[in-house]
């Protein structure tokens, strides 16, 4: 290819970019990012291959505080700690859920391993964490029993 | 892009000791995709997928979500190393490609 065609070539591709919605690249962003597999698999072991999960080690290291009975599904508080060396991340699944995997962190530059969140349970069920550090993967589960069903 | 104004989240940051606390409560309707409306039909997804938390510019916490995380949610995390006055930001990008930013400095506790 000439030069000059090269350049032009350059220069109408990225012209082509600018001008994309910027939803589009939003949603560009979300694509590559986002890990689709892992978010809309109704089984569990499905999402953790996906998220590259293997040989879980199960760890007392790992903190879960939930309710041991939550009344509405639709709002359960969930704080998760975990006290294992170099972790990087917390997941964070439901296993009795339409779509188990509720959440992924992913903890840098003096981020402590540590979250409170509010999620979603369809019935009773285990909420299990699984915890990455270094090429390991550690795994704690806490049961709690949902009176009313949180996924409608 | 659909930007929602600063009112959708609030965010408290507290340095307690050598720990920050960071608080965000989020103003988001997070469907499933599964419920359905008065006539009968389904209410389409409409759920945060990306939350990214940076200190002074830095990524601290990069979160992906499911359908599974409560309406109008709700996230604490902690930090060592902030300093009184130091800026935090949380940004959040649903499937719909709608996103808000907010920034809050580190108080004293």
Same mark, same amino acid.
């Given at each position: ?63 879960? $505080? %939930?309710?041991?009975?939550?009344? =509405? /599904? *639709? ?9 294992? &060396?170099? @972790? ?13 995997? $509720? %959440?992924?962190?992913?903890?840098? =530059? /003096? *981020? ?9 349970? &369809?019935? @009773? ?28 | ?109």
């Amino acid at each position: 290819m000439q030069r000059r065609n090269f350049l032009s070539l350059l220069m109408g591709s990225a012209s082509l970019l600018v001008m994309l919605p910027i939803n589009a690249w939003a949603a560009l962003l979300n694509a590559s990012l986002w890990n689709k597999a892992a978010f809309e698999t109704a089984k569990l072991n499905e999402a953790s291959k996906n998220l590259a999960i293997h040989d879980e080690i199960i760890s007392a290291d790992i903190q879960i $505080i %939930a309710p041991d009975r939550a009344e =509405n /599904g *639709a709002i359960v508080q969930v704080e998760v700690k975990s006290n294992i &060396a170099n @972790t990087e991340t917390i997941s964070i699944f439901v296993e009795k859920n339409p779509t188990p995997l $509720i %959440a992924h962190f992913k903890f840098s =530059n /003096g *981020a402590e391993p540590f979250i409170v969140t509010r999620i979603k349970m &369809a019935d @009773t069920s285990e909420i299990k964490v699984v915890v990455k550090a270094g090429s390991q993967y550690f795994t704690h589960s806490k049961n709690v029993i949902v009176l009313e069903n949180g996924c409608g | 892009m659909a930007t929602l104004n600063a009112d959708n989240m609030k965010m408290r940051a507290q340095l307690k000791g050598e720990l920050t606390e960071v608080k965000v409560l989020m103003s988001h309707p997070m469907e499933t995709g599964r419920k359905k409306d008065d006539f009968d039909r389904l209410i389409p997804a409409h759920f945060v997928q990306l939350v990214t938390a940076t200190l002074n510019g830095k990524t601290v916490l990069e979160a992906q979500w499911g359908t599974g995380i409560s309406k109008n949610p709700y996230l604490t995390f902690r930090l060592k190393g902030a300093k009184v006055g130091d800026i935090i930001q949380v940004t959040w990008l649903d499937n719909l490609g709608e996103t808000a930013t907010q920034n809050i400095a580190v108080t004293q506790a």
